[in-house]
């Protein structure tokens, strides 16, 4: 094929995502920080927070927000989310609210159902992930093993457009996605490690959030 009928692959619709990866430091700052909290019986209680999420697991508690300041936390989420906006075509962000933070203690067997979230934006990032996730039901099958996957899912399978994104938790890594995304984690077998996430509601600027002015 000519440089002149050079085929350029191009993706006009449907919304991004980010993926970034968090400092060594960061991730041991927060890793102390929960593992501060769930020995405190009084702490985790008064942050409990799964009352008000979809999750079908063990322990779910909002991060105080001190620590979210002081602990480069928020620093960390701006920054990534101002460059993915800005790559997205969003220039003119000036404005980063976080709503609410909160970590996720998910051990085997447990799940989230398919969600969404509030606010504007939303992210999820990992801060331990078992050794394995164990096998599944069919592990000599040419089946995908899903086990311990977020599954990011958008509009409806089509020619050329998928409709899901399958995401393999790595400790360090961030994802950062629109509110109104739905998302699902599957359940996980064979271990009595834990798969710890970290996420978050947050709004930018209402003017260019809310493109058609109402």
Known sequence: MSDNNKINVIKP?????????MSIELIQILNEYVDKIISNEEKIKELNHGNKLAGSVT??????????????????????????????????????????SW????????????????????????????SSFGETAQPDSTKNN????????????????????????EVGYFY??????????YPFNRTKEERRSISFNATIDEKSYNVYGN
Do not use: C
């Open 13 to 21: 619709f449907g919304p991004t995502i980010a993926r970034v990866k």
């Open 59 to 100: 322990q779910e508690f909002k991060l105080e927000e001190e620590f979210i300041e002081s602990s480069g936390y928020k620093k960390f989420l701006s920054e990534s989310v101002f460059e993915w906006l800005k790559m997205s075509g969003l220039t003119d962000i000036k404005d980063f609210n976080i709503i609410s």
């Open 103 to 130: 970590i996720v203690r998910q051990f085997e067997n447990e799940y989230n159902p398919i969600h969404w979230h509030g606010g504007h934006i939303s992210g999820v990032g990992y801060l331990k992930v078992p």
């Open 146 to 169: 899903q086990n311990g996957n977020l599954e990011l899912i958008y509009g409806s399978r089509q020619f050329l457009s998928d409709a899901s994104f399958s995401i393999t938790p």
């Open 176 to 185: 950062f996605f629109p509110h109104y995304m739905m998302h699902t984690v």
